[in-house]
């Protein structure tokens, strides 16, 4: 007879493309403990004392990304099961499975863009009056046919979340601050209406090439794998933020189908020409309107304006810059 187990699920499990039940689960996990390595997804699962969590960690969770536990002792390893695809099958694929449910964090941008665009859900911006995200992100979904919510910051919002999120990401620093507000005000207007599940397109650029640091000559394959390399840090701090309100975001991207496409790429092709993220925009051209895929934006700290609100709200505190407001506080 069958052992039945209560299976502890936050996020989802996939296996080879296909959607894995908390039912499917506990028929599986109980017999076989270590079937959790072929496991891809989003998630942190514990069960009968075994506990796993996705190989990049980007669900919160009481084991190691990666990781199959039984106690405290190691067991296994997490590496996701899928079948290898070139790149437009895999974000298709990455995107697809995150489809169900949630909203699209849309800032006009390619990256999220094309999330968008193969998503077919509702997108929510956030900026303040006037910002390039807001204009950008809702031009997008007006082309794309999709509804959008504007969340438009005020300084008085700046100045209240500051405290509460600084409480709550792991490093403290202008950088981190900056985006970690973007984050908390697209969940909180994001649980307000309803959602749990927030996709976003962070992670293109680590693995395409998006930065302009890119174009300076130097060793692109050692830049994106330092990059890629931040990227737990990031996703812990956004995670932080997102999952005070109760959500979780989830990044095509970072499917573990996707990495594979883009690592099969040359560092060329991925830059040339003075182009950045080209594998990516071939592919974006394919599913949005003329001109979406070759535009360039700024980072959502300063193409949201939050940066520059975050820098007088310093000033107003008798700081010079963000970082001595920082150092004054910590």
């Known amino acids: 007879m069958t052992k039945k187990v209560s299976i502890e699920l936050a996020g989802w499990v996939e296996r080879d493309g296909v959607v894995l039940s908390p039912g499917e689960l506990g028929a599986l996990?109980?017999?076989?403990?270590?079937?959790a390595s072929s496991f891809g997804g989003e998630f942190s699962l514990a069960w009968d004392g075994y506990r796993a969590r996705d190989a990049l960690g980007i669900v919160p969770g009481p084991a190691p990304p990666g990781t199959i536990l039984a106690g405290d002792r190691v067991i296994g390893k997490v590496a996701p099961c899928f079948r290898e695809t070139g790149l437009l099958e895999a974000i298709v694929t990455a995107v697809r499975l995150r489809s169900d449910r949630g909203i699209v964090a849309l800032s006009g941008g390619v990256d999220s863009a094309l999330v968008a665009a193969i998503a077919r859900l509702p997108c929510i911006v956030a900026g303040f009056e006037g910002?390039?995200?807001?204009?950008?992100?809702?031009?997008?979904?007006?082309?794309?046919?999709?509804?959008?919510?504007?969340?438009?910051?005020?300084p008085s919002d700046l100045e209240d979340a500051v405290a509460r999120v600084l409480c709550l990401i792991p490093e403290k620093n202008p950088l981190d601050l900056s985006i970690a507000l973007c984050w908390h005000f697209i969940a909180r207007s994001a649980r307000e209406a309803g959602y749990d599940r927030v996709l976003s397109g962070q992670g293109a650029d680590e693995l395409f090439g998006g930065y302009s640091r890119?174009?300076?000559?130097?060793?692109?394959?050692?830049?994106l794998a330092a990059d890629f390399a931040r990227l737990p840090g990031q996703v812990a701090r956004?995670?932080?933020?997102?999952?005070?309100?109760?959500?979780?975001?989830?990044?095509p991207y970072l499917d573990a189908r996707v990495i594979a496409a883009a690592a099969a790429i040359p560092a060329g092709e991925k830059v040339s020409g003075g182009v950045r993220k080209r594998a990516l925009r071939e592919v974006a051209g394919k599913f949005l309107p003329p001109g979406i895929a070759g535009r360039e934006k700024k980072a959502m700290q300063y193409g949201s304006g939050i940066w520059r609100e975050l820098q007088k709200f310093a000033r107003r505190k008798g700081c010079r810059t963000v970082g001595e407001f920082l150092a004054r506080v910590a």
């Open 131 to 154: 910002s390039s995200d807001l204009a950008g992100g809702t031009e997008v979904a007006r082309l794309l046919g999709l509804d959008c919510t504007q969340v438009i910051v005020t």
């Open 29 to 35: 996990l109980p017999e076989d403990p270590l079937a």
């Open 214 to 223: 890119y174009l300076g000559g130097g060793d692109t394959d050692a830049l």
């Open 238 to 251: 956004d995670q932080a933020v997102t999952g005070a309100e109760g959500l979780l975001l989830s990044y």
